[in-house]
């Protein structure tokens, strides 16, 4: 089933409109963006806040990410993609408040030089070799955290005695492959002149997927006791698989889907336009990551199998509040990007993508209420015993 939807997620993305139908050459486009930064910081007037922050908000998003170099950078070193995204973010932001001309002078030279010793990936020429590999990293990079949630939830199911409504998990990632399709057909024709949609989007999408991934996994491991959840099995499962928490887990199921699937269409979509019609050389790659992801889904099914019932629920439940710690980060950087939140730069703080770690006040203190929020939780029902037990007597005996 889940190979049936990676095809057609391909197949579909293929008959978008491509963007080049020869290489686009990175270092030039990246020349002149450098070159349009140095004017406008040279330029630059702090009386002028609103106008001179909408230009190098254009210069993101019109060139940097509009023109390819967000998918060259990304492609090579995802890593420095990010760090030259954080820049940018605290670069609009700087001259959005009108700051003086010495911040800016320091910010555009620090992000100059990430610029310039950016490392590109470019298509055009690529061996069938290096092209397998560039797309087979795009699935794997984009997908990996989706079938972790998926592959969760049908655990889940199938562990709770509920095997008859897993399709359910994969019409809701169906259903997010056609809104994926739909966002990057609009997304396509948006991008050049309003990027920051792309970016709100994302930001958005993730933070619903971060709320509803913790409210499942606390829902979870609310009922991780084996005696508790054999009882509500035996009683209430005909009503339960039919109740609102089934669709907040398939809502989690389409969200995990939909948060990466425009992005990884339309960087498939750079990448077949970019390599000069080598289209067996992405196929293959994508083939290969589809296998790869099918095992990863499979190793942990059998891991799930195995475990004993407390220990399997109280693992999926910290393995997708995890997720949504994670989620929450990356969240707030899309917005911080899109404008719609500021970013104070906090220079000690790593930048640890795969943990949604970035360097500034927002992201850190976004992350540290979600890790704090299940403790308060555990405050609370160890300073209120005798109500909290009253609470799960009749949680348990009514339909999820």
């Keep these: 089933m889940k190979t049936t939807l990676k095809h057609c997620l391909f197949m579909l993305l293929l008959a978008l409109p491509l963007q080049a139908q020869s290489a686009t050459d990175y270092p030039a486009i990246m020349a002149d963006l450098i070159q349009r930064g140095d004017q406008l910081s040279s330029d630059y007037n702090p009386q002028q806040a609103l106008v001179f922050g909408n230009q190098y908000s254009q210069l993101y998003f019109g060139h940097f990410e509009g023109q390819g170099l967000e998918f060259a950078v990304g492609q090579a070193d995802n890593d420095a993609m990010l760090a030259i995204e954080i820049q940018f973010s605290r670069l609009i932001n700087t001259a959005m408040t009108g700051q003086p001309k010495a911040d800016i002078d320091a910010q555009w030279q620090a992000l100059r030089q990430q610029l310039s010793s950016a490392p590109m990936l470019e298509s055009g020429g690529a061996s069938f070799t290096e092209l397998v590999v560039q797309s087979l990293l795009i699935l794997l990079r984009e997908g990996i955290e989706a079938l972790l949630v998926i592959a969760a939830l049908i655990a889940y199911l199938r562990k709770a005695g509920a095997a008859d409504r897993v399709y359910l998990i994969w019409l809701g990632s169906l259903a997010a492959l056609g809104a994926s399709v739909l966002t990057a057909i609009a997304l396509h024709k948006l991008i050049q002149n309003s990027g920051a949609a792309r970016e ?15 409210y499942v996994s606390v829902w979870l491991f609310a009922r991780r006791e084996m005696q508790q959840w054999q009882g509500f099995i035996q009683d209430r499962l005909g009503s339960a698989v039919n109740g609102g ?12 889907v939909y948060r990466e699937g425009a992005e990884t269409i339309l960087f498939y979509q750079a990448l077949v336009g970019d390599a000069e019609g080598q289209w067996h050389a992405i196929a293959t790659g994508f083939g290969l990551a589809v296998v790869a992801l099918l095992i990863v889904y499979l190793l942990i099914f059998q891991l799930s199998v195995r475990l004993p019932l407390k220990h399997f629920f109280t693992g999926t439940a910290a393995l997708l509040y995890a997720l949504s710690v994670i989620f929450t980060g990356k969240a707030v950087l899309e917005l911080q990007v899109a404008g719609w939140l500021g970013n104070s730069y906090l220079p000690s703080v790593p930048t640890i993508s795969w943990l949604g770690l970035f360097p500034s006040l927002q992201s850190i203190l976004s992350q540290l209420v979600m890790i704090l929020l299940p403790m308060l939780g555990w405050l609370l029902i160890r300073l209120r015993p005798s109500q909290v037990s009253h609470i799960d007597t009749k949680v348990t005996s009514r339909p999820i």
Excluded: P, R
């Design 200 to 214: 709100t989007l994302e930001g958005v999408t993730m933070l619903i997927a971060a709320i509803l991934l913790s």
């Design 245 to 256: 928490s089934l669709w907040a887990i398939v809502s989690v199921a389409f969200f995990a």
